[in-house]
């Protein structure tokens, strides 16, 4: 069966043409976190998810010994310390966040709730029964984050209409078949559909069929948020935001200094910082850094919403490599986002005209799918930074020089939903409760090797302009 188009088709070759570099300067990529580190600077939220960021807690103004340190306040964060807390009680449980909780990815992202991960979706592995064995814990998830929502009187919006992937050509189609025929086999109950299905639920013609899994759904993200801060104050975490991390001194007792001028001491550390990993020294060459673009609109009414046929109130994104994703806020909101990534040298800024672009592009996307918004202008755009595998394989364990150090990342577009899995794994990891979780592949996964700079960026230019040129 031949490999699904993806952006795993361009980290391919993004990482092709770094590596080919770094054959010939071998000694430059070594030294290169040196030349370059990179900046600890954190954009401020600009979305429209951001209106609902909850409360910020006062940042760290002591120092603390700590059973357990959770650097980062998006979902693989907070959750984490809320499951540690739930799991081990006895355990004293600190996280610190360098601006408010979900000002990362887990506040800007594109609020689809996605089942499996990237690597494995509408692609089985050479394992079929791990494939169901992955769909249904993310399944699971879903109906633990529902309750979760009850629980702290927090609606996080959670809506489980199911999430399509549309399809733009033929191949596509035959793929997308050959994949539904062989994971009904296995009892992963999703639906291809063809084109007057997708046309009749998300009222546009322009796709072949779709892929359709009736467990995905949409979410408010930053209300998710709120959720898992809610849930973590609970149990007895205790939560500092605006308490910038500087530098980690590994130890049986790991020592955290803050931005600040005050430390904390903790037994054990688990890395909640996804794309910003790298900043303090970690996963550098695990992950790349990238800028995606959303856009929302004002509210629609009753009566454009009719014009323009949404009938499910589904997400859905494309089968392009530059993959374009949308969904229907409750109060009939369309965002719209990605289309071509961003990376910008060292996991820096960049040029300031280039999201323009983007917005522009997400502009034409939008009325090219529905012309019935021709000159609707949009309310609110923003961009975040996702954490990509070069495989775009997930990874959650532990490292460091004392084995006491936890991680998870490389979610790739699945983090929604994927982060809260990690942050229970690692609860029971920390816990020493490794054996659960052996089956299944992310588990303290090795993910391929990135190189260090000018040569990623080297790489993921050149991807980017291979894309553009051949319209894939």
């Known amino acids: 069966m031949q490999e699904r188009s993806s952006r795993r088709n361009f980290l391919r070759k993004a990482a092709i043409a770094g590596g ?46 700590t059973d357990v340190l959770v650097l980062g306040g998006g979902f693989t964060g907070l959750s984490s310390a809320y499951y540690i807390r739930t799991r081990s009680p006895q355990k004293r449980v600190v996280l610190l966040e360098a601006q408010g909780c979900g000002n990362g990815a887990s506040g800007r992202n594109g609020a689809m709730v996605l089942n499996l991960t990237e690597d494995r979706y509408m692609q089985l592995g050479s394992d079929p029964a791990v494939d169901k064995r992955i769909y249904d814990l993310t399944v699971q998830n879903i109906q633990t984050l529902l309750k979760l929502s009850t629980l702290t009187g927090i609606d996080c919006e959670l809506e489980t209409n199911g999430a399509l992937q549309v399809l733009n050509n033929p191949e596509d189609v035959r793929q ?23 046309a009749a639920a998300i009222g546009t013609g322009l796709y072949e069929g779709a892929f359709f899994d009736p467990n995905g759904g949409h979410i408010h993200p930053m209300k998710l948020v709120q959720v ?46 996804n794309a910003f990993s790298a900043r303090l ?91 019935a918004l021709e000159g609707a ?32 990342l490389g979610y790739s577009g699945h983090g929604v939903n994927l982060t809260s899995v990690f942050g229970r794994i690692i609860a029971d990891l920390e816990a020493g409760c490794e054996e659960p979780w052996k089956p299944y592949p992310f588990l303290n996964a090795s993910l391929d090797y990135i190189p260090n700079e000018p040569f990623r960026w080297l790489g993921a230019k050149t991807g980017l302009a291979w894309y553009r040129f051949t319209g894939s």
């Open 228 to 273: 898992w801060k809610a849930a973590a104050q609970s149990v007895g975490a205790k939560i500092y935001e605006n308490s910038v991390v500087t530098n980690i001194q590994e130890g049986p007792e790991n020592l955290v200094h803050t931005r600040n001028g005050f430390t904390v001491r903790a037994k054990s550390l688990v890395l909640a910082t």
């Open 20 to 65: 080919g570099a770094v054959l010939g300067v071998a000694g430059l990529n070594a030294v290169s976190p040196e030349i370059w580190p990179e900046p600890t600077v954190f954009e401020p939220n600009q979305s429209y998810w951001a209106r609902s960021q909850p409360p910020q807690n006062p940042p760290l103004m002591e120092n603390v010994t």
């Open 281 to 371: 020294g970690y996963f550098r060459n695990s992950i790349i850094p990238v800028h995606e673009y959303v856009a929302m609109t004002p509210p629609l009414s009753e009566q454009q919403l009719a014009r323009i046929g949404w009938q499910r109130r589904s997400p859905f994104n494309d089968s392009r490599t530059e993959v374009i994703y949308l969904g229907l806020t409750r109060d009939n909101r369309i965002h719209i986002g990605g289309g071509s990534p961003s990376y910008f040298f060292n996991n820096g800024d960049g040029d300031p005209n280039e999201p323009s672009r983007h917005y522009a592009h997400l502009q034409r996307e939008l009325v090219r799918l529905y012309p």
């Open 377 to 408: 202008a949009f309310e609110a755009i923003w961009s975040g930074i996702v954490d990509w595998s070069l495989n775009e394989s997930p990874s959650v364990g532990r490292t460091g020089k004392h084995n006491n150090i936890f991680y998870g």
């Open 176 to 198: 997308a078949q050959y994949y539904v025929k062989a994971a009904r086999s296995v009892g992963i109950p999703v639906e291809f559909w063809n084109k007057q299905q997708v």
